[in-house]
């Protein structure tokens, strides 16, 4: 696998950290952007990715400001900061337009909002347990709760991924003298979810004109009854997938179930 990394620096001076994966032998293909969740890093997605780059696909991944090897503290953890930087790494990449984008949870909403804001940048959508319902006001409480409930630093790699449930949330942690510890500030993860609490996206969602796939585990945190209002608003364009026996974070639990559900999604876009 060819993997090219690096950081773009956004306006206000965010530097997001990126890996730019080649694959064996390209596809008539978009370029892939995948996109994480909240207090995640772009490495959740090595489970996926070499059977995305098998198919063809060159794929872009990257963590998200304030989370990473991104810049820890930047001024700014708007969803509109979060947009524009997905449109900088697009841009600085010099990526082939319109790309896919693929997103999970935070990132999933990020995805959402970059398509209905850059239309000729965007090929198509999978949104993976994220949508555009809300508000939802016990939100910061409850991330609050689970940040808080983290027994940092872990004193091993072995703790931290039996309590966070994924050795992909266990890579993602910085490893000091002390044991290993978040790579993100829990009032920067909080900040980033503020909006979200307040309000709802349907008139982003509405705007949206590209095909779109949307997944929820049957374990997971989205609601069968939100995935489907946003098939009922966009009937000709939206097709869902639930994938069986994964939780919020589908990706880890299904990589393979979620690889075979994106590939049949994609193939009639891409002849």
Not at 90 to 104: A, C, D, H, K, R
């Amino acid at each position: 696998m060819d993997t090219r990394t690096g950081h773009v620096t956004t306006p206000d001076g965010t530097r997001l950290a990126y890996r730019d994966h080649a694959p064996p032998a390209p596809g008539p293909h978009s370029p892939l952007l995948l996109l994480h969740g909240l207090a995640g890093h772009m490495g959740e997605w090595d489970d996926v990715l070499p059977l995305l780059l098998a198919d063809g696909h060159r794929v872009i991944t990257y963590d998200a400001r304030g989370h990473g090897a991104s810049t820890r503290h930047p001024p700014d953890m708007t969803r509109t900061s979060a947009v524009r930087d997905a449109t900088t790494v697009i841009e600085e990449l010099s990526l082939p337009t319109p790309v896919t984008l693929l997103g999970q949870s935070l990132g999933g909403h990020t995805a959402l909002l970059t398509a209905a804001a850059h239309p000729p940048l965007v090929d198509s959508l999978i949104l993976i347990e994220a949508g555009p319902a809300g508000p939802n006001p016990d939100l910061p409480t409850r991330i609050a709760t689970w940040l808080d409930s983290w027994p940092t630093p872990f004193t091993s790699f072995s703790s931290a991924a039996a309590f966070l449930g994924h050795e992909a949330w266990a890579r993602g942690l910085e490893e000091r003298e002390d044991g290993r510890h978040p790579r993100f500030d829990r009032d920067t993860m909080l900040a980033a979810i503020d909006e979200l609490a307040a309000r709802a996206y349907w008139p982003q969602w509405d705007r949206i004109n590209c095909p779109t796939l949307v997944v929820r585990g049957s374990r997971g945190t989205m609601r069968e009854a939100e995935m489907e209002e946003m098939r009922t608003r966009r009937p000709t364009q939206t097709a869902t997938e639930t994938i069986e026996d994964a939780g919020h974070d589908v990706h880890l639990d299904q990589p393979h179930r979620l690889h075979e559900a994106v590939r049949a999604f994609l193939k009639p876009l891409d002849a």
